[in-house]
Structures are given as C-alpha cells and as structure tokens.
C-alpha cells in the first residue's frame, strides 16, 4: 500500500480533458484499491483561493464541482506537529545545498511544508514542480514522482 | 475460430439428455453456454481513484487549469510565515 500526495499542478491538469490530463487519469487508474490517494489542505487552500480568481461563471461552477470531489474521495492532510522538526531540517539542507538567499526560500515555504508532510508520513509527492525533485535528491526520505514526466 | 472436441460423458443424466440431440443442436447447446459464460463474467470493480479520476478528467478548460496553476503559484510565493520582528 502506497500514499500519494497530490500537488495542485496534478489536480489542475487531471481536470482537463488533454494528454496531460489522461496521463494522470491512467495513473490513478493502475493504483491498487488499497492504495491512499490525498491532498495537503494547503492545496485546497490554493483551489479555493484560485476559484475566487475566476470570472467564468460556468468554469467557476465546475471548479467548485471539483473540489468537491476531492473533499468526497481524497483525504485532506492537515499541518501536524510531526513534520515541525522535518521542516526545520529540510529547509536548513535547501538552503545549505543551494546557496538559496533569505528572502528567495521565502517563495518555497510551502513547498517545503508540503514536502514535510510526505516525509512524515513517508508518503509519495506527486507533483510538476521541480522543486521536489530537487527537495528528494538533497533528502532521500522525500519519495517523489512526476505523473506528467 | 474452429474447434473439434472428443467428450466422454460419464454422468447419465447428461448422456440421456443429449443422446436424441443432434450435432447440430449439441454445438447451439454448447455454444449458448459459453456466451452465458462470458457474458457473466466477473467485471473487475472500477476502484475509488479510478472512479475520482473520471470524475475529474474534463471538468475544466486549458485557460481554467492555467488560471489555477497561476493562483497556487502566486499563493506559494506570496507566503511568509510571520515576521517576529513585525510582533508589536
């Protein structure tokens, strides 16, 4: 049994009809039943607030529809005391193995909340984003797959 | 597709019932039986990610996608925990 941990760069492309979209429709389609499928809430917190930038009546009706799929069959993970010490740690390794400035690991606070929360739950991010490749190869505990790769 | 088959029918039920029938009949007979077979066999459950993922595929437009990955990436930038030296 695997956890995966959806980025909101694969759910936004699961909702389109296109290559990329069938590329992550046949991968969820070869996870085993037991397999755990979830969202961190930050990317919900994200959708909706992407929601409430659309002007699209009809797109804004179906972007709610789709949150409201995934609050149906995915588990929302909440920020929890298990990943205060993995953040620490893994932000303190970006920044050493990159050189990354003060105020440029600002804009990957969350990816590197969003990380923790997988490596705490030794769960797979899944994600378009490179950074969590990057996040992976400085920390082994981080499982990572690009379903669009 | 072509098949010869040799059958030796050891229960008498089933020879007695099949005994007046011609080839004909005995090929129809078996022939239903194997569509029925088929026909009932057991589909594999569609599983919840599988049934998620239809659910989702197609709901959006490109353009709605890329407003959304635009959102969540100014949402990730613009983040930043508190700044302690701010705390009046």
Redo the contacts between chains.
């Keep these: 049994m695997s956890q995966y941990i959806l980025d909101t760069n694969i759910v936004s492309n699961l909702q389109v009809d296109s290559e990329n979209g069938s590329k992550i429709l046949e991968k969820l389609k070869s996870l085993n039943a037991e397999d755990e499928v979830s969202v961190s809430i930050i990317v919900l917190y994200e959708l909706v607030y992407g929601l409430n930038n659309i002007n699209d009546t009809m797109q804004q009706k179906a972007v709610k529809e789709g949150i409201e799929f995934i609050k149906e069959y995915l588990s929302i993970i909440p920020l929890d005391m298990k990943e205060v010490e993995i953040f620490a740690s893994l932000k303190t390794k970006y920044k050493q193995s990159t050189g990354i400035n003060k105020n440029a690991i600002k804009r990957h606070n969350l990816d590197l909340l969003i990380a923790s929360t997988a490596i705490a739950l030794d769960a797979i991010i899944v994600s378009n984003d490179m950074i969590f490749q990057k996040l992976s190869e400085i920390e082994p505990m981080l499982k990572y797959e690009n379903w669009l790769g | 597709m072509q098949i010869a088959l040799n059958i030796n029918i050891q229960d008498q039920k089933i020879a007695n019932f099949i005994q007046n029938k011609s080839l004909d009949e005995i090929k129809t007979l078996f022939l239903n039986f194997l569509t029925k077979e088929v026909n009932t066999l057991p589909q594999k459950p569609k599983?919840?990610?599988?049934?998620?993922?239809?659910?989702?595929?197609?709901?959006?437009?490109?353009?709605?996608?890329d407003?959304?990955?635009?959102?969540?990436k100014e949402?990730?930038?613009d983040?930043?925990?508190r700044d302690v030296n701010s705390i009046q």
């Design positions: 599983h919840k990610w599988a049934e998620f993922g239809n659910k989702m595929n197609g709901l959006i437009s490109e353009e709605t996608a407003e959304l990955l635009a959102s969540s949402f990730r930038q983040f930043s925990f």
